[in-house]
């Protein structure tokens, strides 16, 4: 497989079969929604980014100890063998609950050496793979189980809609399945992209000063949970990018208010980003 091979912090979709895994809608525990029910494209909060670890426990396999983070880390970046899954939407690592959290994994953690460690294991190739159609049969050609380093334990997908780590043996074969059997979505890095939006809102928050640097993602719903707008759905968005046209026009040196007059104008609107950094101060679009 060349997953090892990936950039360490490259950015991922994780599937198991047609489910996809994700952060629930409180930014804690680790989750997964049929991607045959989810409308409107991906969120952030199912962005992951997946980081390189040591192929090793510094201080023993007792509890609470810590991963190295850097040791052997090749000179191209690659990802190696073992690796960390931190969260796109919160910034934290994924890590295991206890009795009281039911065992679900959760991203609760903010110390990258103390993140929960994966390897990769490769499913025998006499297993039979998920039946799946188009690019998600491309992907479950080259299905791998998450294993955790050191432990004879796998991460699995419950029926409850959470995930948590199952203890399988040396000789245990079977876990080729749809909750067991995942796959790699590699999202290619860009230093610029473009939405269409057809809504008449656009669900962005944008910097009170130009150039339009995105800094918040606005609820669809004036009351109870947050519903991601168009611009999030599409999962590529990130805080700190910024809107440089509008239908194909550049827009740098355009006053801030003719800007957002331009979006709000006709749709669809076509809106092209530069990849940036974050800012602090709001203001709707």
């Known amino acids: 497989s060349g997953l090892p091979l990936l950039k360490s912090g490259s950015e991922v979709h994780i599937k198991f079969g047609m489910k996809l895994l994700m952060v629930d809608d409180n930014g804690k525990y680790l989750t997964w929604r049929n991607c045959m029910t989810t409308e409107g494209g ?4 199912q962005t992951f980014f997946i980081e390189r670890r040591a192929p090793q426990r510094t201080g023993g396999s007792k509890k609470g100890s810590t991963m190295a983070l850097e040791d052997g880390t090749p000179e191209d970046g690659c990802l190696g063998l073992a690796f960390a899954l931190k969260s796109a939407k919160t910034s934290r690592y994924l890590v295991g ?32 793979a998920p039946a799946v159609d188009g690019e998600a049969g491309v992907a479950a050609e080259y299905a791998f189980a998450l294993r955790q ?5 796998m991460l699995k997908l419950r029926k409850d809609g959470y995930s948590h780590m199952s203890v399988v043996s040396e000789s245990d074969i079977d876990i080729n399945d749809d909750m067991t ?15 269409v939006v ?3 809102l656009v669900g962005l ?16 719903s004036m009351a ?21 046209t509008v239908n194909g026009q550049d827009i740098d040196g355009i006053p801030r208010q003719d800007a957002l007059r331009m979006i709000a104008c006709k749709r669809p609107v076509c809106l092209g980003f530069r990849v940036g950094s974050g800012d602090t101060r709001i203001q709707a679009a």
């Open 42 to 45: 991906y969120t952030l909060s």
């Open 97 to 128: 609950g206890g009795m009281w959290d039911r065992y679900r994994l959760q991203f609760t953690c903010e110390k990258p050496e103390s993140a929960m460690v994966f390897t990769f294991v490769p499913l025998a190739e006499s297993a039979s």
């Open 149 to 153: 380093l050191g432990e004879n334990k």
């Open 181 to 195: 059997a995942a796959s790699l979505e590699y999202l290619r890095p860009c230093s610029s992209y473009e939405i």
């Open 198 to 200: 057809n809504d008449k």
């Open 205 to 220: 928050a944008v910097s009170k000063d130009l150039p339009l640097r995105v800094v918040g993602f606005n609820s669809m």
């Open 224 to 244: 109870g949970d947050h519903v991601p707008g168009p611009a999030e759905l599409t999962g590529r968005i990130k805080l700190g990018d910024i809107i440089s």
